[in-house]
């Protein structure tokens, strides 16, 4: 069999004990996540607190040097003034409530004197029309002409003519039958 030159083995030992080393020197160094970690006392000469809402103080519960926690209360508000707006949130509710009551009453006798105007017109208009029927009779030759469409006129139209049409030839039959029994040569046709 043949054997790798010399040189190719120490490359490939050097690149397998650099892997194991490198692994090794991972497993037993700490885990760290980027978090600054120490153990003391931090001291300040000023700190700014400013409470979640605005108003005058009205207690300071802690003493300087307490230790405290996170979301203990330092300090109490005054309530007068959370009072004060909770009753001028109060006094406009009652005022829009008020406004809502009157529109709702404004409503309601507008819809009040429109079904009374309504009645009334209906009832006048209802004894114009009853005596408008009943004293005249109308025909439909006294229907203005705008109460036709073009076809029902274009039909009236064709019935006048064929009626006319009849009328004539009647007529017609009428004199030819008087020249018949008249014997006179005097009639003449047009």
Do not use: C
Not at 148 to 162: G, I, S
């Amino acid at each position: 069999m043949h054997k790798p030159p010399l040189a190719v083995r120490i490359i490939v030992a050097l690149i397998v004990l650099a892997t194991i080393g490198y692994y090794a020197f991972r497993s037993l160094s700490p885990k760290e996540n980027g978090q600054l970690k120490a153990s003391g006392t931090i001291e300040s000469v000023t700190v700014n607190i400013s409470p979640e809402m605005a108003g005058k103080v009205a207690d300071v519960l802690v003493v300087e040097g307490q230790l405290i926690g996170k979301g203990d209360p330092l300090l109490s508000l005054d309530g007068s003034l959370v009072a004060a707006q909770r009753a001028v949130a109060s006094a406009q509710v009652d005022s829009a409530n008020a406004s809502l009551n009157s529109a709702t009453a404004a409503y309601a006798t507008a819809q009040q004197q429109y079904d009374s105007t309504l009645t009334n017109a209906l009832a006048q208009e209802q004894s114009t029309r009853t005596n408008i029927w009943r004293t005249t009779n109308p025909t439909e030759f006294n229907q203005p002409i705008w109460y036709f469409t073009k076809v029902e006129r274009l039909a009236a139209a064709q019935a006048d003519v064929d009626s006319t049409l009849a009328a004539l030839g009647s007529a017609q039959q009428n004199l030819d039958d008087v020249k018949k029994s008249g014997g006179s040569s005097q009639f003449h046709t047009l």
